[in-house]
């Protein structure tokens, strides 16, 4: 209808919008909060010694040159990659030579979660079926967030038009909103540390119960208000076409 004409498109989706009672960034903005602090969690999880211990970056790189040829063996042995240890911390305990050097133990920076090292990668521990544990618990608890997300988006879109082709399209949009959270999920647990996973659950499993909580004890109470708003909505308007009517026929018999 609007081909040509973006801004009249625009124009006519925020009606959508406004007309069934549908917010576009109601979906994403706990998603950008969630992210938003997953990435500070990152950061403490990839450099716990300089964010739990507040040993600085210069003092790892500067031990790492000192011991040069030594350390290098020694990274080799175990597999660590000198060349991203500033940054990801969490594999200096592999290398005592490093930790002497700092006057660090291993012991004294304990990042387990009931025998699940939070600083494993998944991808790259796929035969550890330790490591599966978080991210397949946080990928179930989105998938169940975003059904019921998903299910109480649709009742009210249907309350309000079931038949209407505006609502279908916008209930489409909605649903492209949810399909992204589980994908998201399944990257971010697979690709990040698994300290990473165990935050996503209990920031999901937090939500799922919060919005049962008011699905309970806040939806249930507002609907009888809700209904005599419709109410309300619906008899004014055709009190006005009523009128109009009348003036019309008024002056069709002048």
Do not use: H
């Amino acid at each position: 209808k609007y081909a040509n004409n973006k801004e009249k498109q625009q124009q006519e989706l925020m009606k959508i919008y406004d007309k069934y009672e549908i917010s576009p960034t109601g979906g994403c903005m706990p998603m950008i909060l969630q992210l938003v602090i997953l990435m500070g969690f990152i950061q403490i999880v990839y450099k716990p010694y300089t964010f739990i211990k507040q040993l600085p970056k210069t003092a790892i790189a500067s031990a790492i040159t000192e011991l040069g040829e030594p350390l290098v063996e020694q990274a080799k042995e175990v597999g660590v990659n000198l060349s991203t240890l500033v940054n990801q911390q969490f594999e200096m305990s592999k290398l005592p030579l490093l930790m002497d050097k700092l006057n660090l133990e291993a012991s004294s920076l304990n990042l387990d979660f009931f025998s699940i090292d939070l600083t494993q990668i998944l991808k790259n521990n796929m035969n550890d079926w330790k490591c599966w544990i978080l991210p397949v618990v946080a990928l179930l608890l989105t998938l169940l967030s975003t059904f019921i997300s998903q299910r109480n988006a649709n009742k009210k879109q249907n309350e309000n038009a079931k038949n209407d082709a505006q609502a279908q399209q916008a209930q489409a949009m909605t649903k492209s909103m949810y399909i992204m959270m589980p994908l998201m999920t399944a990257w971010i647990t697979y690709t990040m540390p698994l300290g990473c996973a165990l935050y996503w659950g209990i920031s999901t499993l937090t939500q799922i119960i919060q919005q049962f909580l008011v699905d309970q004890f806040v939806v249930k109470k507002m609907k009888p208000i809700e209904l005599k708003k419709k109410k309300k909505k619906t008899s004014e308007p055709k009190k006005e076409v009523d009128k109009e009517v009348i003036d019309v026929e008024e002056n069709t018999e002048d």
